[in-house]
């Protein structure tokens, strides 16, 4: 059970953007990249598909914290399959999330040394990102929540920019509709899903809310939020750029910034990059925050301060493998596509028992 002091509540609204965080961060960057390769013109379509993942996985959330309003994942995994079932299963839930943060740092790392920051090794740029949001998430859950609220909104701006540049650009880019063929759409979605993840956070911050009656649509808003970002963002990108052009950009989002034109700024995608970096950073916090959260729950008699002590130099150096961008990319697609199985089959046999059990 959580048991929940003055810094460990969250607001529906809080619950919102931090859920939200955990899946809009670096991978909306690229993602387009891939997904034109697949769906073509129709990738936008494609990522509208792909959210039935996070729609799924909130809707069995939704289900279990009825049950269980102030249990979490970890709690019931031992409830339901026994405690060395139960433990094992949340040891790859505590892996999942160790990838998914050494994945986002690391492109991050990549990203700030082509763009913004290139005289810097990437271990300094790693031993920066993993201190400030290592510190960052030792705050406690509700720190993080304000974070990502405030930062959602500051940050919400570069993303609708684009808007002001319509004209530079055809309608045509994204014509014709349904174009690339049913088959591919779908292979796009899939491809989109893996895009999604992080909204498993869900099951390890719920009992945290401080209204568990606002569970249920604050999740659904955190999906419908995230969902609608994302077909955005990949819309927006094919629609300036065309097939052509966003194929071969690693990160063609970014590219997009390069059409904005404000007076007095003379590299808009310098300060575009600086400013999503905020993004970035709270996508990792919440990820080092899980990823405590759930050794706490294996090492209850050991001092927090000391976990976070302990996993720091993990977190320092698991980065380092992967300062090829491409390399990455590789090793991450055939990765997070076992993690979103794992995910799929945990949560749904935790239901599952839910139901039978009671």
């Known amino acids: 059970m959580i048991n929940k002091i003055k810094n460990d509540i969250l607001t529906p609204s809080q619950f919102i953007f931090t859920v939200l965080g955990t899946m809009l961060g670096l991978g909306i960057l690229s993602l387009p990249n891939t997904l034109v390769k697949i769906s073509q013109q129709d990738s936008w379509i494609s990522t509208a598909l792909g959210a039935v ?8 959330c939704i289900y279990v914290s009825k049950k269980y309003p102030n249990h979490n994942i970890l709690f019931l995994s031992k409830k339901y399959f026994g405690n060395f079932l139960g433990s094992i299963l949340n040891l790859l839930f505590l892996i999942q999330f160790t990838i998914y943060s050494f994945g986002v740092s690391s492109g991050y790392t990549n990203l700030t040394r082509v763009f913004t920051a290139e005289f810097l090794t990437p271990l300094k740029l790693i031993i920066v ?12 859950i509700q720190v993080i929540g304000k974070m990502c609220e405030i930062i959602f909104y ?22 014709p509709i349904f174009g690339s063929g049913l088959s591919n759409i779908l292979k796009g979605s899939i ?23 606002k569970i249920k649509i604050s999740s659904l808003k955190a999906v419908s939020l995230t969902a609608f970002i994302y077909i955005w963002i990949i819309f927006i990108t094919i629609y300036y750029f065309s097939l052509d052009v966003t194929s071969k ?13 404000i007076p007095l700024i003379n590299n808009f995608r310098y300060l575009f990059v600086l400013s999503w970096s905020f993004i970035i950073l709270k996508t990792i916090t919440i990820q080092y925050f899980i990823v405590v959260t759930i050794l706490k729950d294996f090492m209850k008699k050991t001092n927090p301060k000391k976990i976070y002590f302990f996993i720091y130099p993990i977190l320092i150096c698991l980065p380092l493998f992967f300062t090829n961008e491409v390399m990455r990319r590789n090793f991450f697609g055939k990765v997070i596509p076992l993690t979103v199985i794992f995910s799929i089959i945990y949560v749904s046999s935790i239901a599952l028992l839910v139901r039978i059990k009671g």
């Open 53 to 60: 993942y996070p729609l799924y996985i909130s809707l069995i």
């Open 129 to 140: 990102i993993t201190t400030v949001c290592l510190y960052t998430a030792s705050k406690g």
């Open 154 to 175: 500051i940050t919400l701006p570069l993303i609708f920019l684009p808007l002001f540049a319509l004209n530079k650009s055809s309608i045509l880019n994204l014509l």
């Open 191 to 213: 491809e989109t899903v893996f895009s999604y993840t992080g909204i498993e956070v869900l099951f390890l911050i719920y009992p945290y809310i401080n209204d568990k009656n």
């Open 249 to 261: 950009s690693l990160w063609p989002f970014l590219s997009a910034s390069e059409i904005i034109d």
